[in-house]
């Protein structure tokens, strides 16, 4: 059963602006994530972008959008095939269990100046 449906667009330049102010990066990106992305460069820079729009859309397919716990408490990594999926931590973790859901599915795709993500929790 599905229990939401999340959507997330991000603008790629935001994330190259990011890049160059201190300590961002590590406010958003759990440093699993930021030690995969940053030593590809500006295909990195594409991945950090359709990550943090993942987790936008996961907090809009728990329904409270991101209240009460951190964006990097969400990782977004890939298995090895390449498929991405979602590494909860802490209050991230706590309100995913509360919405009693189960399963988390995560479409990434990302363009020269978008990254989008769609999320879909099921119980």
Do not use: C, Q
Request: net charge positive; hydrophobic share 50%.
């Amino acid at each position: 059963m599905i229990l939401g449906i999340g959507l997330d667009v991000v603008s790629v330049d935001r994330l190259r602006r990011w890049k160059h102010i201190p300590g961002l990066f590590e406010r958003f990106f759990s440093p699993k994530e930021l030690d995969v992305a940053l030593p590809r460069g500006e295909v990195g820079i594409l991945s950090l972008a359709a990550r943090f729009a993942a987790k936008e859309a996961f907090g809009k397919a728990l329904g409270g959008g991101i209240r009460g716990f951190a964006l990097k408490e969400i990782a977004v990594m890939n298995d090895k095939y390449g498929k991405p999926y979602m590494v909860l931590e802490g209050k991230a973790k706590e309100a995913f269990r509360a919405s009693g859901a189960s399963v988390i599915h995560i479409s990434l795709t990302h363009e020269h100046d978008n990254a989008l993500a769609v999320v879909v929790i099921e119980r």
